[in-house]
């Protein structure tokens, strides 16, 4: 499979402790790739470097390879471009917690990352939930409604690699299978998806290839099937 983002030798320190010691993985076109591990493995940590988030962290380095205008072309080498440029180049990344523009009512957020008509009409589709929210400030509604706001403002703007941070995070279960079912259903062949989550079972039922992050390392890289063979994770 042709590889839409890698990452590798990633470190990040905080002070005096490193939490993520020289990891890698990619990131195949057409294809939904989970990160799984338990909380404090260094998923959102890994996932914010990538997309060149804003950090705390005392250090940090890697290299970072990003998808170019077409599949087809060779990976641009991205380690020294910023969040900004990561983003223009299709790079999106949902992360946990800090997801919505809160000043902003629903209806703004869906418009302000895609197609003013098709993003709305289609993220609405998808969650109709949304609907009768439209006219609030974001920073009204719960965090489990401001994490279906993301998911849907994410799925209609413009990107190639999609990077989400525990996806279902305080949404109520019986959203949650729709939530990773649209993150799935948005894959072609000319984009990826990456969606980092705690629960090994319930990410890999979504993706196609798993990797397992523990304690800042990889453990475990295969198709979700071998991982989930015996796991009750």
């Known amino acids: 499979m042709t590889v839409a983002m890698r990452c590798s030798e990633v470190r990040v320190r905080y002070g005096g402790i490193e939490v993520l010691h020289g990891v890698g993985l990619a990131v195949p076109f057409g294809v939904v ?3 799984v591990g338990p909380n404090g493995a260094g998923k959102s940590t ?3 470097w990538c997309a060149g988030a804003a950090s705390t962290a ?3 380095g890697g290299s970072l390879e990003l998808t170019r205008t077409k599949a087809s072309e060779p990976l641009a080498d991205a380690t020294s471009w910023s969040a900004t440029r990561r ?3 299709g790079l999106r990344v949902v992360r946990s ?3 919505v523009f809160q000043s902003l009512t629903v209806k703004e957020n869906l418009l302000a990352g895609g197609d003013p008509e098709r993003g709305l009409e289609n993220a609405l589709a998808l ?3 949304l609907e009768p929210l439209l006219s609030q400030r974001a920073a009204t509604l719960s965090g489990g409604q401001r994490q279906l706001l993301a998911i849907a403002s994410a799925l209609g703007s413009r990107w190639r690699v999609l990077l989400v941070d525990e996806p279902v995070q305080g949404i ?5 299978d729709r939530v990773f079912g649209a993150l799935a259903a948005a894959v072609t062949p000319d984009c990826a998806v990456l969606v980092a989550d705690p629960v090994t079972r319930r990410a ?3 993706a196609d290839f798993v990797w397992r992050l523990e304690r800042g390392r990889i453990v475990f890289a295969g198709e979700a099937a071998e991982l989930t063979q015996g796991s009750s994770g």
């Open 33 to 35: 790739t989970a990160l």
């Open 46 to 48: 890994l996932l914010n």
């Open 58 to 60: 005392t250090s940090a």
């Open 87 to 89: 983003a223009a180049s």
């Open 97 to 99: 917690g800090v997801n």
């Open 127 to 129: 969650f109709p939930e």
């Open 172 to 176: 109520a279960p019986e959203l949650a």
């Open 204 to 206: 890999a039922e979504f």
